[in-house]
């Protein structure tokens, strides 16, 4: 039995949310660190790699909560943190006319909407570049705390794309090409038209979730019987959407094409015989998730929610084998 752990996208409130389900998980006794795969995309790719190379499975819920050694405990200076990812990259009215258009190319052209982009004169491309905000102040903490290298166990896979044709790259994969394990988390989190792309191996890779929120396959495809998947951007329904309240229907709006997406990955999962689990936000929660997932917010309170949601989509999910699988009492199965 080869046990796969997914961890989504879904910006700075997924990752709240990732803390409070891994949290959660951990109070049930389900060790996602069991896991032989790890597939990690965006914001999930942080918790995944973290994960990977030393943090236990609560310490993203302490540090949600300040607790942690590396938190910031000072609500007034976890917004300046925030703030700090948005630190304009233009610095004139044309610079920023510039990188607009440059970021609109990107944004077109990592969604593979831009046939010969590859084409394009690189002194063109120089000439508008794409990226509004700075990740140096990221990257920067990403190398502090990640070694170079990738772990040789579990099997970790970073996702991203390619800036030019919009096909994605899972780094780690032995068909992928050698890269530092902080450039490759920062490449799957670098949104494009939002942060420039970062540059590996003479290609530029932007987030991979604009290909897959989870690339749920690669878990397959690494040969994973057992998946459970953390997915921040879809949800679940606990009741109707009411239609004269937009701060549900519009967060539903925003996930829709996610949501559509993981579905899709799930059912060819269980097709070719994989027990998955899917862990995502009630419908209710939604309220807190908001439409703008890089905003400031609570990390205390999305962490508490997710942890609570978690344990009632726990007792929904009993006896499901996936679950089963990683708990902490069972003994591993070979196959």
């Not at 607790?67 to 630190?87: G, N």
């Not at 040789?152 to 800036?163: E, N, V």
């Not at 989190?189 to 939002?194: H, Q, S």
């Amino acid at each position: 039995m080869k046990l796969g752990l997914v961890l989504g996208g879904g910006g700075l409130v997924g990752l709240g949310y990732h803390a409070g389900v891994l949290k959660a998980l951990a109070d049930e006794r389900i060790d996602v660190k069991r896991a032989d795969v790890i597939v990690g995309t965006s914001a999930g790719s942080i918790v995944a790699s973290y994960l990977a190379t030393g943090w236990g499975q609560t310490d993203f819920f302490e540090y949600a909560h300040g607790r942690h050694p590396q938190a910031m405990r000072d609500p007034d200076e976890q917004r300046r943190e925030v703030l700090r990812l948005f630190h304009p990259l233009y610095r004139s009215r044309g610079e920023r006319i510039r990188r607009s258009v440059g970021s609109l190319f990107a944004m077109a052209s990592a969604r593979g909407y831009v046939p010969g982009a590859e084409r394009i004169p690189a002194r063109i491309r120089s000439a508008f570049p794409s990226g509004m905000y700075s990740t140096d102040e990221t990257r920067l903490r990403l190398h502090d705390d990640l070694p170079q290298d990738f772990p040789g166990s579990p099997d970790l896979l970073i996702c991203a794309a390619d800036l030019l044709t919009g096909r994605r790259t899972a780094f780690g994969a032995p068909e992928a090409p050698p890269a530092p394990l902080p450039d490759a988390v920062a490449a799957s989190c670098a949104i494009p038209g939002i942060f420039p792309p970062v540059d590996i191996a003479g290609r530029s890779y932007v987030d991979g979730g604009i290909v897959s929120a989870t690339s749920l396959d690669l878990a397959v495809a690494r040969g994973c019987d057992v998946i459970l998947c953390i997915a921040p951007l879809g949800y679940r329904r606990d009741g109707p959407t009411p239609v004269r309240d937009p701060r549900r229907w519009a967060p539903v709006v925003v996930r829709s094409a996610f949501a559509r997406s993981l579905r899709r990955e799930v059912r060819a999962a269980r097709g070719g015989g994989a027990s998955v689990a899917v862990l995502r936000p009630w419908l209710s929660d939604l309220v807190v998730h908001g439409t703008n997932s890089m905003r400031h917010h609570d990390r205390a309170a999305v962490a508490e929610g997710a942890r609570a949601g978690t344990i009632r989509a726990l007792h929904a999910l009993q006896g499901h084998p996936a679950l089963d699988a990683f708990r902490a009492d069972v003994r591993r199965r070979t196959s």
